[in-house]
């Protein structure tokens, strides 16, 4: 008999043969119904397979995300033998499911695929998805693999890296694939398909390798699911940071300033300082204190770090000066310069915790096919800062930051959250620098204070950064897509690299820990997923324009006037259009400009102190005393931006 522990720590008996098909029908119909994949002691499994002995089962329906990676790879496989069945010839690469959908790397052998083959191609997969044809995996030799693709190049060079033992097949219908497994029963889960689009891709990402073509697609176990995705496209595309981004004036770029390199226009500079003002009010209400540091280092401190050895190559070249052998670098990160600021002079007990922070800008060489608008770039400024406390101090200051997170996501309405514990590669551990009982100690600490603030939160092995495991926060947007914002980290190693110390009350010297978090992770990243997730109606103490007077004509400028130095008063932004066109056209551009407040001011306004308000997206509140509106609205931002305590 096999004992298999279910997750809520159940343990159940079976019969030899049993599969995690079987577990799930044992179970409940419902659950054998929409169970897509499995784990079995964390390795994936086919769940029609027997299972190995005894051990822990997991299984994934579409609500997870090990469910949709099964799905989409499976659909992998579909379209890549209805391509080969269209596109007879054509040689086979690879196909992974990726974040939304999945891919083929195909080399087309000349034939012409473009996007009006689409609709044939998604109706002979659905076609071939309705035979129900069953995934089956087998072991294959590596010389019979070889034979197998002996016409695919790419095939063959992906098995002569594998040995004996390691190779598998998948088969389903006709089709047979190279892959390594997770699939679902049987093709017919498969009920809707849309292929997304079409690009080039270099083979295994090399320019000097052929070029193939890359086919996206996604698909879903109903057609009203995909129904829902593609209007949910629709909106992404018109809440598209690039597109608002442009519209509303905060950004751009330029060929002749760089890739991947943001310009901030007036608005968006505006922009970017209140929330750097709103973050700084409440690091210095937390005992943060800020520092400023150089945009270049030299070489040496990037190797102390040993950040050098690990992103170097990834990184700006080095800068050669003209003294001989001496190298700098554009800075890829702040905390080696933090670390030197800390050395500056002798530490006690009694100092700590020292939290130095910094809005720190840095730059990294990313692949110019891998930037896109704000959220990649290759110069970014983050909300930087280290904290350096003793060992005692470390689970108490990190709760301290993840209250400070907690407080800017509720302050910006992002409501749905859950947090990713990312820890050290259960078996690699070459990735990582530092001792075990070191990376023991931090991630226990990790743990315990996630734990005793109730979070929401998994654990992911192999997340950890090179230095220390961290606290990642995984926010949901208005649109339900996932982003990580904000990150925590533990680390022991740096303060060991660079020799850091304190003087204990033994009168001994010791190490401290270093904290490394940065709640908005980068600015731009930032304004990126705040400008989509509100669709750029920012709360009104954040908005670049809080408020349009409209004077329905050149009588009442004086007392559009009167109306803006009142409203200064109050700290409110107010800009008067005085442009000779109708109030309907005033109207539409401050509703284009996603203006919060409009106050048509005429005659009746001004004969009785009062403002005609009309909020963004048309709400009309009618007249209200000019006071009165600038308390209603102070009030308002008073609630949206509470004190951090």
């Given amino acids: 008999m096999l004992k298999i522990t279910l997750p809520d720590g159940s343990v159940k008996e079976f019969d030899e043969g049993t599969s995690a098909l079987d577990v799930a029908k044992s179970i409940s119909h419902g659950l054998a119904r929409n169970v897509l994949s499995a784990t079995f002691n964390e390795q994936t499994v086919e769940i029609t397979e027997p299972l190995p002995g005894d051990g822990a089962l997991t299984l994934h329906t579409w609500d997870s995300p090990e469910g949709k990676k099964a799905f989409w790879h499976s659909s992998a496989h579909l379209m890549a033998q209805t391509l080969e069945q269209l596109y007879p010839g054509i040689k086979l690469t690879i196909g992974p499911a990726i974040e939304n959908g999945f891919y083929y790397d195909i080399d087309l052998n000349g034939h012409n695929l473009g996007e009006g083959d689409f609709p044939k191609i998604e109706k002979k997969m659905l076609e071939n998805a309705r035979a129900k044809s069953a995934f089956e995996m087998r072991e294959v030799s590596k010389q019979a693999a070889l034979d197998f693709y002996q016409d695919n190049p790419y095939k063959t060079e992906l098995i002569e890296n594998l040995q004996d033992g390691e190779i598998t097949f998948c088969d389903h219908a006709e089709f047979t694939d190279l892959c390594r497994g997770g699939h679902l029963p049987h093709t017919g889960l498969i009920k809707a398909v849309k292929i997304m689009s079409a690009a080039g891709a270099y083979w295994r990402g090399d320019e000097n390798n052929p070029q193939l073509t890359r086919l996206y697609g996604i698909s879903f176990p109903k057609a009203s699911m995909l129904t829902e995705y593609l209007e949910l496209l629709e909106q992404a595309k018109q809440r598209d940071h690039r597109k608002l981004g442009k519209e509303l004036g905060l950004f751009t770029f330029s060929q002749k300033v760089g890739q991947g390199l943001p310009m901030w226009l007036p608005k968006g500079a505006e922009l970017r300082e209140r929330l750097e003002q709103f973050l700084k009010k409440a690091q210095k209400a937390a005992g943060y204190e800020p520092v400023i540091t150089p945009h270049i280092g030299n070489k040496k401190l990037y190797e102390t770090s040993g950040h050098y050895a690990k992103y170097g190559k990834d990184s700006f070249q080095p800068i050669n000066t003209p003294e001989e052998g001496e190298e700098y670098l554009l800075k890829p990160m702040n905390c080696p310069h933090h670390c030197e600021l800390y050395k500056s002079e002798p ?34 400024t983050q909300d930087d ?3 350096f406390c003793t060992p005692d101090q470390l689970k108490d200051e990190f709760k301290k930051v993840i209250d400070l997170v907690l407080y800017i996501f509720k302050t910006l309405d992002f409501q749905e959250y859950t ?33 005793e603030k109730d979070l929401n939160y998994k654990v992911e092995y192999g997340e950890a950064a090179f230095y220390g495991p961290k606290l990642d926060f995984m926010v949901k947007d208005a649109l339900g ?21 304190y003087t204990g009350a033994d009168n001994e010297k ?3 820990v270093m904290i490394h978090r940065a709640p908005f992770g980068s600015m731009e990243r930032f304004v990126a997923v705040l400008l989509e997730h509100c669709a750029g109606n920012f709360p009104t103490w954040l908005t670049p324009k809080q408020i349009a007077i409209l004077p329905i004509s050149e009588k009442y400028m004086q007392y ?47 004969e009785t102190n009062s403002v005609s308000v009309r909020l963004h997206g048309g709400e009309d509140k009618g ?15 008073d609630q949206q931006i509470a004190a951090f305590n």
Wanted: glycine residues 6%; hydrophobic residues 35%; charged residues 35%.
């Fill in 347 to 380: 530490r006690s007990y009694r100092d700590l915790p020292i939290r130095f922070a910094e809005f720190g800008t840095v730059y990294r060489y990313e692949q110019s096919g891998e930037l896109h608008g704000l959220t990649r770039v290759r110069g970014f």
């Fill in 385 to 387: 800062a280290h904290l």
């Fill in 560 to 606: 559009a006037h009167k109306v803006s130095d009142l409203l200064k008063n109050y700290d409110l932004r107010a800009f008067i259009d005085n442009r000779a066109e109708k109030t309907g056209r005033k109207i539409r551009d401050a509703e284009v400009s996603k203006v919060p407040y409009m106050l048509i001011v005429g005659e009746k306004e001004q």
């Fill in 481 to 501: 897509r996932q982003w990580q914002l904000g990150t925590i980290q533990v680390d022991y190693n740096l303060p060991e690299r660079f020799e850091l110390e």
């Fill in 623 to 637: 007249s209200i005393p000019l006071e009165e509106f600038a308390k209603q609205v102070q009030q308002k931002i």
């Fill in 510 to 512: 010791h190490r401290p």
């Fill in 419 to 451: 947090a990713q514990v990312s820890l050290r590669d259960k078996e690699d551990h070459s990735k990582y620098i530092g001792s075990d009982e070191n990376w023991e100690k931090a991630e226990s600490a990790i743990k315990e204070a996630v734990a």
